[in-house]
C-alpha cells in the first residue's frame, strides 16, 4: 500500500479541468491524425505531472519557517517587502525560490499563525528568475503573524508563463506550518521575507522542498549558511 502510495500521486483539483482539456484534444487530434493523437498523449501525461499534489512531512518545531514551495534558491538578499503590505521601508533578508515547469507548483504556509494581511497587486510577467519579478509582476502576498508577534511575509510571484495564481487564505484565518494554501500556473516564484536579526538556513542554489525543507529558525541564533558546489 504504501509503495502504492509513492506512485499514485495525488492531484490538485485545479488540475482537473486542464487535464479534461487535454485529453478531449487528444482524443480529437488523434481522430484528424494519429501521431498528433500521440503527442497529444504525452502533453496529457505532462499536464498530470505538473498538477502532482504530494503529502509532505513537515517539521514540528515552534519557530521553524518552511518553504512554500518546490523549486531553486536563486537568492538570499536584503530587499523591502512589497509596498502593499505596509511593512515599512526597512530592508528586510528575502529568500527567493524559482518553480520550474517541472516543480510541484502547490504552495504550502511557511510558518503557522494568524493571517493578518492579504494583498493581490496586478503586475507584469516577466521572466520569475529576474530580481526585477519581485517588484514588477503580478502577485499575491500575504503575512503571517505568529503566537509571539513576528510577521513572516511570503508572495506568490507570476512568471513569463504563468497566469494563474490561486491563493485560498483569508485574513484572520489561523493557519498551520506546512499545510496548502494556493497554486500557480505555470512557471512561478516564491518569495519569503524574514524578520529582521534571523538568519537563514539555505543557501542560493539549494533545492527546496515545499513544506519541508526549512528556510531559518526564529528561535536559533545560528549564523547564515555557505554552501560547497560538488
Given amino acids: ?19 479534461g482539456a487535454f485529453l478531449i484534444a487528444s482524443f480529437i487530434l488523434g481522430i484528424l491524425w494519429a501521431p498528433l493523437g500521440w503527442l497529444g498523449v504525452i502533453a496529457t501525461c505532462w499536464c498530470v505531472y505538473f498538477f502532482r499534489d504530494p503529502e509532505r512531512t513537515t517539521p514540528d518545531k515552534a519557530g521553524l519557517v518552511v518553504s512554500p514551495a518546490d523549486g531553486m534558491v536563486t537568492s538570499i ?19 527567493s525560490i524559482f518553480l520550474s515547469v517541472f516543480n510541484v507548483h502547490v504552495n504550502r504556509v511557511p510558518i503557522g499563525g494568524t493571517v493578518t494581511t492579504l494583498e493581490y497587486h496586478p503586475g507584469k510577467f516577466f521572466n520569475a528568475t529576474l530580481d ?12 503571517v503573524t505568529t ?8 508572495v506568490q510571484i507570476a512568471g513569463l508563463i504563468a497566469r494563474r ?20 500556473r505555470f512557471g512561478s516564484r516564491a518569495d519569503v521575507y524574514l524578520p529582521k536579526g534571523v538568519n537563514p538556513l539555505v543557501i542560493e ?13 526564529l528561535n536559533s541564533k545560528e549564523d547564515a549558511r555557505t554552501g560547497i558546489k560538488h
Fill in 132 to 143: 526585477k519579478a519581485s517588484e514588477e509582476n503580478e502577485r499575491q502576498s500575504a503575512v
Fill in 1 to 19: 500500500m504504501d509503495m502504492l502510495k509513492f506512485v499514485i500521486v495525488p492531484i490538485n483539483r485545479e488540475g482537473h479541468v486542464f487535464i
Fill in 165 to 184: 495564481i490561486v491563493c485560498n487564505l483569508n485574513e484572520k484565518q489561523t493557519v498551520k506550518t506546512g499545510e496548502r494554501y494556493g497554486i500557480i
Fill in 147 to 154: 503566537e509571539d508577534g513576528k510577521k513572516i511575509a511570503f
Fill in 205 to 217: 542554489g539549494q533545492q527546496a522542498v515545499g513544506g519541508e525543507t526549512v528556510l531559518a529558525d
Fill in 77 to 95: 538578499e536584503e530587499a523591502t517587502p512589497p509596498i502593499e503590505l505596509d511593512m515599512g521601508d526597512e530592508a528586510l533578508t528575502r529568500i
